[in-house]
């Protein structure tokens, strides 16, 4: 339970975040804000002639989710360790594979989401992205 | 899970998850702004984000390349996005026209959303352990000097390449053809690195760990991203550490400062900002190993989705690249003019043995002509085709490409399908569009 408290507090403010310490070897997991289409390549800000080689944050591309209910689940829990474009890069898939990929990212892969808020997100994703309801 | 003692990650509990989290807060505006907005219920659409195209289907993706827009990612020219965080990029179809493809513009797939931003190699090592006799722990300027140097040209293709042209569709990666490319390897022999920490007896199997890592619990396929090779295989005998590609650092999306290449096996295999070789002594039952990567033990890999659902088919870990061909210029966006002297133009590449032989069809696959192979960089490389020819009647062209390769396999008319959505190489066929010349 206290578990669960601590890990709704984290996110959605912090998860994102979280990966973006430094530890003994390299950092990782850092993003920020991105735009398509530019060509602009260029050395790490940081690029001292030390050890360290920085390559700067990767780039996050808002993911385009439609409003409804469980969207905001979506964000909270599926969004901890991928972007949502994960859900909209897949083609429509049938309900019960929406099904299934929640129950993989719950079962296999040992997302903390619950059984409430699950249920929410397969709403959801059956509401939206199944070959009947997703919209061009 | 084996366990590292070596290598703590300040996300494995949740209180350093929550730690770490507000450390790093300072560091990351944009995403802190875009947190806070979250937290309010409001639109997490990021500032500035604007809609991307993104998806095909139910049918199979039309065009030769994925959907998705170009981005800009450290050290890349603009790519195709498949996904953000992790990183997954596909290289556009024109980059295959020439054996090599550029670093800056070869594809990216990582599974978990820790991936490296910085690497010190003030500490960075790689550390062989486990099984053996003599445990190592090598920095980079050891790489260089130790071990004589030794290269390959090797084609990298992701076990998913065209996933999108599965039928019905799978979940995953909405690849086109892209994610694949060529590349000169070059570091230390695996099998000498292996023979200084001398592999005790009873070994069954060698596992690699990279820094692919994901903030799900550990000991958990979205912990870490981990994959073995079986001892007996005699591709250890061909594997490169490999510092260099293209004669250049990798990339840190392709794995800087270090990765593992595995000649003529899917990219799965070629562990990326490798940091330990850990020698097993019983088979790897970690997740990326047991249930992901797994192809249906049938020829070709494929099955059927009711086949599949009986639980039945029994299934083993892919392993290598099958024969593919691909044109690549024309590319059937613009009209060509009747008579006019074209060159087709494109690659080929199988893990078994190299290209034998490539051959075009103008009529839709009815009758066949043999491709002129260009420069041989070996067994595992791209190989470059061309065949001229010249439109003689105004039209819609088939034109289809077919290998064959050292091992006699010929690239099939029929497609796969299987959950994983891996081992595609259909013959792939373009519409060359011919008008009036005059």
């Known amino acids: 339970m206290k578990t669960r408290i601590q890990f709704a507090l984290a996110l959605p403010g912090i998860a994102i975040l979280a990966a973006s310490c430094a530890y003994a070897q390299h950092k990782a997991g850092q993003y920020e804000s991105g735009d398509t289409g530019k060509i602009a390549r260029k050395l790490s800000r940081n690029a001292a002639t030390d050890a360290s080689y920085d390559f700067g944050p990767f780039q996050l591309y808002g993911p385009n989710l439609p409003g409804g209910n469980g969207r905001q689940e979506v964000y909270v829990y599926c969004n901890n360790c991928h972007s949502p474009i994960y859900i909209t890069m897949q083609p429509p898939l049938p309900a019960d594979i929406w099904t299934a990929e929640v129950t993989k990212m719950r079962k296999t892969f040992g997302a903390d989401i619950p059984d409430d808020a699950a249920n929410k997100i397969v709403h959801y994703l059956q509401t939206n992205f199944t070959p009947d309801t997703r919209k061009r | ?438």
Not at chain 2, 143 to 167: E, M, T, W
Not at chain 2, 207 to 227: T, W
Not at chain 2, 355 to 361: D, N
Request: aromatic share 10%; charged share 20%.
């Open chain 2, 1 to 438: 899970m084996i366990s590292d003692p070596h290598f703590s990650h300040p996300l494995a509990s949740r209180r350093g998850f929550i730690r770490a989290g507000v450390l790093a807060a300072a560091g990351a505006p944009a995403l802190s702004a875009w947190c806070a907005a979250l937290a309010q219920g409001a639109d997490p659409k990021p500032a500035g984000s604007r809609d991307l195209p993104d998806f095909t289907g139910p049918e199979p993706n039309p065009f030769w390349n994925s959907v998705g827009p170009l981005v800009e990612e450290p050290q890349k020219v603009p790519l195709i996005l498949l996904t953000d965080r992790p990183v997954q990029l596909e290289t556009p179809r024109h980059y295959f026209l020439t054996t090599i493809t550029p670093n800056e513009a070869f594809y990216v797939r990582w599974h978990l959303e820790t991936l490296p931003n910085l690497v010190d190699l003030r500490v960075w090592r790689l550390r062989v352990e486990g099984n053996v006799e003599k445990p190592l722990e090598l920095n980079l300027p050891e790489l260089f000097d130790r071990y004589k140097p030794a290269s390959v040209v090797a084609v990298n293709q992701c076990s998913g390449n065209s996933r999108s042209r599965f039928q019905p569709r799978v979940p995953g990666g909405q690849w086109g053809n892209g994610a694949m490319g060529n590349a000169l390897w070059t570091g230390v022999r695996l099998r000498e690195i292996l023979d200084a920490a001398k592999i005790k007896p009873g070994s069954v199997q060698v596992q690699f760990e990279g820094l692919d890592r994901g903030r799900g619990p550990e000991g958990n396929g979205s912990n870490l991203f981990l994959k073995s090779l079986d001892l007996t295989n005699p591709v250890l005998d061909e594997a490169i550490l490999a510092y260099a590609m293209n004669n250049r650092p990798l990339p840190v999306l392709n794995g800087f400062p270090l990765r593992l290449v595995v000649p003529g096996y899917f990219a799965t295999y070629w562990m990326k900002s490798l940091t330990f070789i850990r020698v097993l002594d019983k088979v790897d039952d970690n997740f990326w190993m047991k249930a992901g990567y797994r192809i249906p033990a049938t020829p070709r890999g494929t099955t059927t989705p009711d086949e599949f659902k009986t639980g039945k088919v029994p299934t083993i870990p892919i392993d290598k690249i099958p024969v593919r061909s691909f044109l690549i210029s024309p590319d059937g966006s613009e009209k060509i003019p009747t008579g006019f002297p074209l060159l087709l133009q494109g690659v080929a590449f199988s893990g078994t043995h190299g290209i034998k032989k490539v051959e075009v069809s103008t009529d839709d696959g009815k009758s066949w002509s043999d491709a002129r192979l260009g420069e041989d960089f070996g067994a595992y490389s791209f190989r470059t085709w061309q065949v001229a020819w010249k439109p003689r009647q105004p039209g819609r062209y088939q034109v289809a490409v077919r290998a064959t390769d050292g091992g006699g396999n010929v690239q099939p008319d029929e497609g796969v399908w299987n959950p994983g959505g891996y081992l595609w190489n259909k013959i792939e066929r373009q519409e060359i569009v011919a008008g009036s010349a005059a």
